[in-house]
């Protein structure tokens, strides 16, 4: 298998491993998001009544991509982040392009910034370490993933700060592999 379809495979892998059977419960959703953002830019319009499917809140990879794509991941809550962002990364890996609000909000959502340190650090907290690591292996590798543009590359180096022992990252192991398999993260 080539390297870069293989290290996509532990990747997505991952993800999905460490976020599974994560439930919205009583966090914020992505339409009440939604909402949150129209009424902060005083549209006063609510389009709770216009979606006519029920919202997916217990199965985050069941989450459809115009879902996403509405994203609002600055207005979730630590449980919102935590429910939404796997599916959020994969849609990335999946669709990457860097005008879509869908991909600006994924990997700012994933890039603390010191004037929001506080903020960014609390929607890390129900994170478990598989979780983090999750994320960390997502953000170091997606430069070989996808095609990322300028803006884009800045955030990757900024993986560490999530609280991850980077160390095993640089070379990843497969997870869940039984012969400490190994694959590349970096050329």
Known sequence: MEPVVELRRVVEGEI?????G??????????????VDRFSESKGNSDSGTHKTPEIVDDWSQVPLDELEEDCAAHLDTEGFRYYIPALMLSVLDHYDSASMRVIGTLSGLYPKKETWDYDMHRYSLFNDPQKRAVARFLLALPRLVTLNYQDEKIVPHYAIIGVNTRDLRVGV??????????ALRD
């Open 16 to 20: 999905r491993e460490a976020f599974r």
């Open 22 to 35: 994560v439930r919205l419960g009583r966090g914020m959703s992505l339409r009440q998001a939604r909402l």
């Open 174 to 183: 497969a997870p869940g592999s039984r012969r400490n398999r190994k694959v």
